[in-house]
């Protein structure tokens, strides 16, 4: 289990359910579904461990995993067209995973900017990008 992992699971959930995923939708798909299943307690302690392994940073347009970001970044703002699958572990998620999958990506653009942590740590954005990174407790906020 990892944080790209993770993003191929939700590919696979939307292209299941016939809906379309950019870079950026992935990210802040990928941002508030762990977010709420954290604070919602839907992983074991153990499991958060495994799958938070590569950290979000704070980008201009929101918290971004560098390493999904660059597996995707060819593709623009065209949507991912790769076959995935659903990962156990992930399943209980499915739920919020389809709940931001429905959300404007600008809008949730838009709530990562209202975070105090994106907020504080916005003046190190240089061009598009930081490395400030989010601990898992900063997700969680």
Known sequence: MSMLDFAHH????????????TNLQLQKVMYFSLKDALKNNRFTKEQINEIY????????????????????????ASP????????????????IILKYLD???FKLVGKT???????????????????????????ME
């Open 103 to 105: 959300e404007d990506p």
């Open 113 to 139: 900017h209202e975070e105090s942590f994106w907020r504080d740590n916005e003046q190190y954005i240089s061009g598009w990008r930081s490395l400030i990174k989010y601990g898992v407790d900063k997700v």
């Open 10 to 21: 939700i590919i696979a959930v939307a292209n299941e359910n016939d809906k379309k995923i």
């Open 53 to 76: 392994d590569t950290p979000f940073e704070v980008w201009r347009y929101g918290p971004v995993v560098r390493n999904v970001y660059e597996l995707y970044k060819p593709n623009g």
């Open 80 to 95: 991912i067209i790769e076959e995935d699958h659903e990962q156990d572990v992930f399943k209980p998620i499915n739920d």
